[in-house]
């Protein structure tokens, strides 16, 4: 069996500027995306049908290739606000952001129009928000505790923060992803970017600990962190992309949604483990502390 | 005896691991699954699955009300502040107000219809003259807790099989309704549930000055309620009641009285010429007419003589046979103290997903997780290259998923989706783990002491303890909010952490360390 090694990196070629210049940039460029998010649309990101309210109908088509989109089309009144087929059946999953028709009146319209309807689900515009809320807050308080975790494991200023960075940034740049890729925020998402910080904090404490905890020298600790902790993020890595492309053929939007940002998380996550982190954690070493 | 302490680990898990398989299989432990609430069974294990999984409709709303507490009624008894209340308020009825007594003079008034404020609702209880302390929005336990029986007691008159009813209360305080039917269509439960379900029977009959109305028979002056019957030889669909001895006579009088039960009988024309007709008997649901009769001449004569108040027989008759049936349901069941806030506008989410759909759902997320652990599977060999290392790696990993299996299917957890992506989930930070434990074991050279093995294990653990706690707090926000289907997956995430930590991890190293140090 062919095993892979995890390539050493040499590190000392590089300084911590140039090391922390590229996830800064990327994260700066992520921040101004949601900011202009902000701007344009009045929301960091875009809500999804659990978030603002509405209809989703997940019909089968009986339609030669290429008719159902029309039929779906003049089947419906109001129009669908987006149309999504799947694959491994014919089926579309329809979304309708309307407050004005109740879901009864859609699967009526789509029974009328020959349709079967697979499954529906709606969501009331005040419950989204509320919802909204529940959820903001929820990944306030992961964040948060998970800060404040790190800090007491390890009882120092920069290791502790260069953590908190990392998985800020871990989070910041999916979404801001999303945006650009036209994802919404469900609460599969919302999962997701739940997940991140317990996955993408793993990576951070193991390099932490390697470095600050262990004999050896800097870089051979690096080395040694890096070759578990790539090997670990890239299992979740392949875990989750399988995942996304599967779940994605079978249409299940759930599975599809948690494992695209974690695909996105886990990757951001990467760069900022064994370029921003490191680069901190080294300035620490070898400067930071006054020694 | 030296094997089994030095792998105690091992042997916990290969217990806990049998005593899993056993929830998963025995027969012993099957739940009924016909009669487990909001379930499906699935044959083959003692898994039981979700709404998701199985098809079915959730509908899951908040009740429609606004309330007053400790309300001051002096002497006034509480029909009448019922009436009071109602009739300072547009659009509402005596039936849309309810009033509790909580202590001989005070309660609560609650005023249970769409489109009344709270602030509506103070200004009423001012006018009337009654003293309050405060208004809100929302009902009472009291009737949150009748609803929630007198809607599960709909879903079982009108057969629906499974159907579960329930009160949740979100960590903000919020109150709704989870309605759960398997198998249902979403149309069905909804206009099960979202009938008040008020019936009366009103007479309709001719004055000096035109016609008059007058409810002569309500809910609770039936002693029993029959099945609703098909009708047929010239008799239409309807529902054969027995009104209570108590109110019979009366009933009969008020018969004579009106003139429904005349010499002869009555025919009713109540819909097409309403200004002209015999007397009539209505039949009103939630405040709509669904049908109107007269009364055969047989019966008047009883009625005249006397006689049927000996033998109060009497029937509802309908349109047609499904509305025989609401009425059936709505009788025996009771009316909703409150209605649930659904509609386009309502507070509510309801979903519902086919059952060939749920079915396909289950196979398919089943799929969906064996590929996402082959992905693992394949990474680890390519990275390790030794099968000593990889392979327990991998059946360590998936005996955290057998071990969260076994406890679903022994406190009888439905899976969902969720459930489902929080095992993919585990199996992803389970095999993270143990590579963080065979790297730092297997670090610098060969492990040739058990003593060095221990250190280095002792080390891997704290990272891995520590890397626990972070995915516990991340994942608790989602346990306890309820945001919907997520609750599943955080719940099973930290279990699985747990399991994992306390359990298969520490195995792994066992099982690794005889691999080693042999």
Known sequence: MVAFEVPEIDYTRYTNRQLAAVPLAVLAVALLIIGGWYVATGAPVNPGLDFTGGAELRVAVDAPDGQAREQIQQAFDPNPATIRSVPSDDTYILTFQTEEVGVSTLEEQARAAGFEVQSSYTVSPSFGSRTQLLALGGVAFAFFGMSALVFLMFRTFVPSIAVVISAFSDIVIPVALMNVLGIQLTLGTVAALLMIIGYSVDSDILLNNHILRRSGGFYESTHRAMRTGVTMTLTSLAAMLVMTIVATLFGIQLLAAIGTVLVFGLTTDLMNTYMLNLSLLRWYKYEGVGN | ?518
């Open chain 2, 1 to 518: 005896m030296g094997v089994v302490r030095e792998n105690w680990r091992i042997f916990l898990l290969i217990v806990v691991l049998l005593g899993s398989l056993f929830a998963l299989f025995s027969p012993t432990m099957a739940q009924d699954g016909a009669d487990a609430p909001g379930l499906a069974s699935s044959g083959a294990t003692n898994l039981q699955y979700g709404l998701q999984l199985s098809g079915g409709t959730r509908i899951r709303a908040p009740l429609v009300g606004v309330t007053a507490t400790s309300v001051e009624f002096g002497e006034t008894q509480p029909p009448q502040v019922e009436q009071d209340v109602a009739g300072q308020l547009d659009g509402v009825t005596v039936a849309d107000v309810i009033v509790r007594q909580q202590t001989q003079t005070t309660g609560t008034v609650e005023v249970t219809v769409d489109g009344v404020t709270p602030e509506q609702l103070g200004t009423a209880l001012d006018s009337a003259g009654y003293t309050y302390e405060n208004t809100r929005e929302g009902v009472t336990a009291e009737t949150r807790s009748q609803t929630v029986d007198i809607l599960s007691n709909k879903i079982n008159e009108a057969g629906l099989s499974g159907g579960t009813v329930q009160q949740i209360q979100t960590p903000t305080g919020e109150n709704y309704v989870l309605i759960e039917v398997p198998d249902e269509n979403r149309q069905r439960v909804v206009n099960l549930v979202n009938q008040r379900g008020n019936v009366r029977v009103d007479a309709y009959y001719p004055t000096d000055g035109g016609y008059d109305r007058e409810t002569v028979l309500e809910r609770d002056d039936f002693q029993s309620i029959g099945n609703a019957q098909q009708g047929g030889e010239g008799q239409l669909p309807h529902v054969p009641v027995v009104v209570r001895e108590s109110v019979a006579a009366d009933f009969q009088q008020r018969m004579v009285q009106t003139g429904v039960a005349s010499q002869g009988g009555s025919r009713c024309r109540y819909e097409t010429a309403p200004n002209s007709t015999d007397p009539c008997l209505l039949l009103v649901v939630d405040g709509q007419v669904v049908n109107s009769f007269g009364m055969s001449p047989g019966l008047a004569a009883g009625m005249r003589s006397g006689d049927w108040a000996q033998d109060p027989r009497f029937i509802l008759q309908t349109q047609n046979f499904s509305e025989a049936r609401q009425v059936a349901i709505n009788l025996r069941a009771g009316a909703l103290p409150a209605p649930l806030d659904i509609g386009p506008d309502g507070e509510g989410t309801s979903s519902f997903i086919a059952p060939s759909q749920g079915q396909s759902f289950r196979t398919d997320s089943l799929l969906t997780g064996i590929i996402a652990v082959f992905a693992v599977a394949g990474v680890v060999f390519l990275r390790y290259g030794e099968v000593e290392v990889a392979l327990p790696m991998i059946v360590t990993a998936l005996s955290e998923v057998v071990i969260l299996l076994g406890f679903a299917a022994g406190i009888g957890y439905p899976l969902d989706l969720s459930v489902i992506a929080g095992f993919i989930a585990v199996i992803g930070t389970g095999v993270d783990d143990l590579i963080i434990i065979a790297d730092e074991v297997m670090a610098e050279g060969d492990v040739n002491s058990r003593r060095v093995f221990q250190s280095r294990f002792k080390k891997a653990f704290w990272v891995i303890g520590a890397a626990a706690a972070t995915t516990i707090i991340a994942m608790s926000p989602l346990a306890v909010l309820s945001l919907g289907d997520l609750q599943g997956f955080a719940i099973f995430t930290i279990l699985g952490v747990l399991v994992g930590v306390l359990l298969t991890r520490p195995a792994y190293g066992d099982i690794l360390r005889a691999l080693l140090t042999r």
